[in-house]
């Protein structure tokens, strides 16, 4: 079975793409999103956050949400703005932001791949968001967010990417929060064939971003028994491992467990090397943190021995913080679940963690260095799991830009394809 497929992606109208294209529903809070959207009713994110359009006292996972996420989909559909292609297409997809160029090529995967571990996971889920994105699935019966899969760099397979980009794309540095996203179609049969050839020989793919979309397809998949082969594959956008861009994670922790704040860096500097300063701390290098507390600024230094742990998962930076500082200190057993931590993607800046301390909301927060993608791949090939937010990928992937449907005896609909008449 080949590790990738080509599928009929359906897609904005070229001259829909700018205003339908949106960030990723989990990045957004439902607030940020009801907002972006507000002047926007062609906007993706009525369709991958529909609570927007709803009274703010829906829950975001009650059966309304999802029946009208179902409806503003179909709307898109119906009105032409989004069409599918008549045949199963690879896409190159290419992210540029400032002087950072990634390109990737959107394709379908195998769940039976991510069932026997050709596609690595690295973190757990949790089961309402997991549930979440199977109910967003079977009310829409297409995929809608892609999942960011990493491949170890391969110059036959980046050559080929190359080549093909050089045609004009069909959607031409659409902008989205600062990002370009550009878009092109590859139908040529030839071509698709050895693309195909080039991706079946790599070991494994590595989710980067979108554990809970993997899982949820692998899922809904199943509920159909299998029958449904568009449901046995899911939606993603592979990018060779030294394109793709980690940025840091950082924690905010609500309370100091009891304890002053000087009495707390007090125990910090037991445990870690530390010292004052004037500027916001950017860490430089792994095993070093930056903490800021009651107005002022500290570097952390981990001890060598923990940075030299024979374990991949234990000489991660997220793991030096949470097993010598975070847990004891602080008493936080369980990041994933504890309301007392709350974490920021760099994209954020440290100015953001500064805010949230001296408002008062946060007491403490610590800025980290991005998670090395040499580290996260050492953790999925040894079959382990990352610490929770572990890494930050950026630039976001749109969604509403690609999208997969299912089987279409389950759908209420049938898009009109890009062969047809405008």
Not at 249 to 266: A, C, M, S, T, W
Not at 273 to 278: G, R
Not at 338 to 358: C, K, N, S, Y
Not at 408 to 415: D, N, T, V
Request: net charge negative; with cysteine.
């Amino acid at each position: 079975m080949p590790l990738i497929r080509p599928f009929r992606g359906l897609r904005p109208a070229a001259e829909s793409a700018q205003k339908i294209i949106a960030p990723p529903y989990d990045v957004l809070t439902t607030n940020e999103a009801r907002g972006l959207a507000a002047d926007a009713p062609d906007n993706f994110l009525h369709v991958s956050k529909p609570e927007i359009d709803l009274p703010a006292d829906v829950s975001a996972y009650d059966p309304m949400v999802y029946a009208k996420g179902a409806e503003n989909f179909q709307r898109l559909i119906r009105d032409g703005l989004l069409r599918q292609d008549a045949i199963p297409c690879f896409y190159l997809y290419r992210l540029q932001r400032s002087d950072h160029v990634q390109t990737g090529i959107v394709v379908t995967v195998s769940v039976a791949d991510y069932e026997a571990d050709h596609i690595r996971k690295h973190e757990l889920t949790r089961p309402d968001k997991e549930d979440d994105r199977v109910h967003h699935m079977e009310a829409l019966n297409a995929q809608t967010g892609p999942v960011l899969l990493v491949y170890p760099d391969d110059r036959h397979a980046q050559q080929l990417i190359a080549t093909q980009s050089e045609a004009a794309p069909v959607y031409d540095a659409l902008v989205l929060n600062d990002v370009q996203h550009t878009l092109w179609v590859v139908d040529d049969a030839e071509t698709m064939t050895a693309v195909s050839r080039a991706f079946a020989r790599m070991p494994a793919f590595y989710i980067a971003d979108g554990h809970h979309r993997s899982a949820a397809a692998a899922r809904v998949a199943a509920r159909r028994d299998h029958k449904d082969e568009a449901a046995n594959y899911f939606l993603a956008v592979l990018f060779p491992a030294s394109e793709t861009q980690i940025l840091d994670y950082n924690r905010l922790i609500k309370d100091l467990n009891g304890l002053l704040p000087q009495v707390f860096v007090e125990h910090v500097a037991q445990r870690f090397s530390l010292s004052e300063q004037d500027q916001p701390v950017r860490p430089a290098t792994i095993g070093e943190f930056g903490m800021y507390i009651a107005g002022r600024w500290y570097h952390l230094r981990a001890a060598d021995e923990w940075l030299h742990e024979d374990d991949a998962f234990r000489r991660l930076d997220i793991s030096i913080l949470s097993d010598h500082l975070i847990q004891p200190l602080l008493g936080i057993e369980d990041v994933r679940r504890d309301p007392r931590i709350e974490f920021v993607g760099g994209v954020r800046g440290l100015a953001e963690l500064q805010r949230r301390v001296d408002s008062g909301e946060m007491a403490v927060a610590f800025s980290v260095h991005p998670t090395p993608l040499s580290a996260l791949i050492a953790v999925a090939d040894a079959g382990e799991i990352m610490p929770p937010k572990s890494t930050w990928f950026e630039p976001k992937l749109a969604d509403g830009l690609v999208s997969h449907m299912l089987n279409p005896h389950f759908s209420p609909g049938a898009p009109r394809l890009f062969t047809e008449p405008s």
